[in-house]
């Protein structure tokens, strides 16, 4: 069983800065990928960012290109999501996802991951 949780939400201003976390445990994860993504009312959900477990590889929306830095930590099996120059359009529940290196769907693709997280908010005011 592989377990994910995030935390780090919260209400900001256009152009805050905040960081989510994504906590993981229940198995290894050196040969996984942990992603994130959002969700907006009424919208479907979105790829953000992604990282590869064994070697660090990166991969980002173009919406958050520049902006947004995804990072993990081996030791404490955490993901992080450093999102700066934060925009009303972030607004959204940003969630992690785990899922293995190979498969039938890309990483963008939320199709792809097992595992998921519950969910934090993130809210932007302008």
């Known amino acids: 069983q592989v377990q994910l949780v995030e935390s780090g939400g919260g209400l900001v201003q256009t152009g805050d800065s905040l960081r989510l976390s994504c906590a993981t445990s229940g198995r290894t994860f050196s040969s996984y990928v942990t992603g994130w993504f959002r969700q907006a009312p009424g919208k479907e959900r979105e790829f953000v960012a992604a990282?590869?477990?064994?070697?660090?590889?990166?991969y980002y929306a173009d919406s958050v290109k520049g902006r947004f830095t995804i990072s993990r930590d081996n030791a404490k099996n955490t993901v992080y999501l450093q999102m700066n120059s934060l925009e009303p359009e972030d607004t959204a529940i940003y969630y992690c996802?785990?899922?293995?290196?190979?498969?039938?769907?890309?990483?963008?693709?939320?199709?792809?991951?097992?595992?998921w997280g519950q969910g934090t908010q993130v809210t932007v005011s302008s």
């Open positions: 990282i590869r477990w064994n070697d660090g590889n990166t």
């Open positions: 996802a785990a899922r293995n290196y190979s498969g039938a769907y890309g990483y963008p693709s939320p199709r792809g991951y097992a595992y």
